[in-house]
Every structure is written in C-alpha cells, then in structure tokens.
C-alpha cells in the first residue's frame, strides 16, 4: 500500500490527482492550508487531512509528523500549492511568490525526507511550469514567450532547479518536475484557459507512480522530457 501526500490538493490539480491516486489504491493524505476546505475535500473523496501550509515551518513540521507517526513512510510527495502571483511586481509580492512556490518545497521536502528514505520506491513530483523554462519564454513559437508572469515565471525556475538538486543529491530518491499542460484552475480562470484538471493529473499520476528505474532530475510533460 502506498503512502502519498499532496500539498494544495483542496481543489484543482492537487484534488483530481487525490481522486485518481486512491482509485489505485493509494492511501492519500490531502494537504491544505485551510482547514474547512482540506476536510470537505477529504471527505469528499475518501482521503486523509493534514493542514499544511507550505509557507508556515510549524504546520509543515506538524503535518509530516503526523504522518510519519501514522504510516512511519511516506512513499509519494507531490509539491503542487502555488500560487500565480500575477499582481504587482514589488518586494513583497516577489517574497510571496517564492515563499509559496520555492521556499514551500524546500520546507516540505526537508520534513519528509526522513519519511520517503524509509519508502522501497520513492518519487517526488514537483508541478513546476514551462514558464520557467529558458528555452520556452525565448522560444517565439511557444506561447510562454508571450505571458508576462514575471514572479510565477521565476519561481518555477528555481522550483525546477530545486528538483534537480535535490535529485542530485539524494539519489534512492526520484525527484521530477513537471508542466502539468493549460489547466483550468482558479488559478487561471482570469484567462479562461485550460482543460479539465483531471487530464493533467493523469500526468502526475505517471510520475508518482514511476518504477524503480525510472527518471529522476527531469522537467516533463506529457509528451515527454523538455528542455529548460
């Protein structure tokens, strides 16, 4: 049986792949900052709450304790809060976007680490974004080229090369990032963009149920390994 945990995962991408990681019979704890909301979608689906606010060390230290103390492993960690932070590019708007989408993964991975070392097949998924791709914002014929998400695009970036460190140096670890494709989230309603977010789970699925051999240090998508 399978240990996961997933962080933002009241709603959204984070929810959809809760749904499809039980129906294989994975045991999902479903991370959220808020309360009410993590314990209605839990319910809902038959999952596991902890509150875990990726940008708040003591409920990050509380919420992997918790686990740990339940299951003693924790087999599959998916990093998907985050923010869009597509407001004013000022000082404080730039520490709250790193803090949710860089520093939050460093919190959370350095609290479960103990946890996924004690795992026989360890895979973490970080959902980064094309946007923090070199390759991709210079890339005329890609649509990033033309999104002026200044702080998301940059903390994606160091989201992704967090992943790649982090696959570097903990090796019986799988650590990949992923562009999980245009999805229709809160998060891009003001767009009016995306397919459903049950299609892009199906691509975390596949990295968070990797087999021993598989990847590690890569930013995918669905089609595959893409450059940055």
Do not use: C
Request: hydrophobic letters at 45%; aromatic letters at 4%; zero cysteines.
């Amino acid at each position: 049986m399978t240990i996961a945990l997933i962080t933002g995962a009241n709603k959204g991408i984070g929810y959809e792949t809760a749904k499809q990681l039980l129906a294989l019979g994975h045991v999902v704890y479903l991370g959220a900052r808020d309360i009410e909301r993590g314990e209605k979608a839990a319910a809902e689906l038959g999952a596991r709450f902890v509150q875990l606010d990726v940008t708040d060390d003591a409920s990050v230290t509380g919420a992997l304790a918790a686990i740990g103390s339940a299951e003693g492993r924790l087999d599959v960690l998916v990093h998907n809060a985050g923010i869009l932070a597509n407001g004013a590019v000022d000082g404080p708007a730039a520490l709250h976007a790193f803090d949710t989408n860089a520093v939050g993964i460093v919190r959370v991975t350095e609290a479960a680490l103990p946890l996924l070392r004690e795992s026989s097949n360890p895979n973490v998924v970080t959902i980064s974004s094309s946007l923090g791709s070199f390759w991709a914002v210079t890339n005329p014929g890609r649509p990033e080229s033309q999104m002026p998400l200044a702080l998301y695009a940059a903390s994606k970036a160091a989201a992704t090369m967090l992943t790649v460190q982090y696959a570097k140096s903990q090796p019986g670890i799988r650590f990949n990032a992923l562009e999980p494709g245009t999805t229709a989230t809160d998060m891009t309603a003001a767009f009016g963009i995306g397919r459903a977010p049950e299609e892009s789970a199906r691509v975390v699925v596949r990295l968070a149920t990797l087999d021993a051999d598989g990847p590690t240090g890569t930013l995918q998508d669905e089609n595959g390994t893409l450059p940055w």
